[in-house]
């Protein structure tokens, strides 16, 4: 069982539509990490979580630390945020990223 | 302007030659990271370094160099050793060894023929 596991693994959705993405892990974590991976690969960091809440613009992530759980929220979504969207943990005991699988999200017009 | 850069994007081998991978940074970070990424996992850690001229194995080292010798350049070499060297290679920095923000280059894909 990976120590971080996301789902769906897939998800297609129409433009506009409130999408969700779910982060589960198994470890002690001092932060959680949301990234957008682009079709030509290269990534970005979304956000960074320790508690609570954090939004910028459309995206929401939220994480409970008792339930071990993250999700990713996409209000109104739009084609261009079709990427593929990890989650990645940082575990208490070091100071090594735990990377998900990842979410492949298309949002068709 | 700064960030991480890696070259070449596409890159083909025979299979039992040695290749190296480029990835500088001008961020001034002191942590690289060197990650592979083959469909439907996770990315897996190969090496980090958390300082010049130090450097440590990831979870997947076996069939893979790398060298520290300059603060802004982390080259990974996957040798002929690899077993299953076609992947996409990203490479990554953060400003100290807590990595708590990773910025990541554009990543390599490496096709072994």
């Known amino acids: 069982k990976n120590e971080v596991e996301q789902s769906p693994q897939n998800l297609t959705a129409q433009e506009g539509e409130f999408i969700t993405i779910n982060c589960s892990y198994s470890?002690?974590?001092?932060?959680l990490h949301w990234l957008q991976q682009h079709p030509g690969g290269g990534i970005v960091s979304l956000f960074m979580?320790?508690?609570g809440k954090k939004k910028h613009g459309r995206l929401i992530a939220t994480i409970n630390i008792q339930e071990k759980h993250s999700s990713l929220h996409i209000t109104a979504s739009h084609p261009r945020d079709s990427a593929v969207y990890i989650c990645a943990v940082k575990e208490t005991s070091g100071s090594r990223l735990t990377f998900g699988e990842g979410t492949q999200l298309t949002v068709n017009p | 302007d700064g960030g991480i850069t890696q070259s070449p994007k596409y890159l083909f081998r025979k299979e039992g030659q040695n290749v190296t991978l480029s990835c500088e940074q001008n961020?001034?970070?002191?942590?690289m990271y060197w990650y592979r990424q083959d469909p439907g996992q996770g990315l897996r850690l190969i090496y980090y370094?958390?300082?010049?001229?130090?450097?440590q194995k990831g979870d997947i080292a076996e069939g893979y160099s790398v060298s520290r010798e300059k603060k802004e350049s982390f080259p990974l070499t996957v040798t002929s050793a690899q077993k299953n060297p076609t992947a996409f290679y990203l490479c990554?920095?953060?400003?100290?060894?807590?990595?708590?923000?990773?910025?990541f280059g554009p990543g390599t894909r490496l096709t072994v023929l």
């Open positions: 961020l001034n970070h002191d942590a």
């Open positions: 470890v002690g974590i001092s932060a």
């Open positions: 979580l320790s508690s």
């Open positions: 370094s958390q300082i010049v001229n130090d450097f």
């Open positions: 990554a920095s953060s400003m100290d060894r807590f990595g708590d923000t990773q910025y």
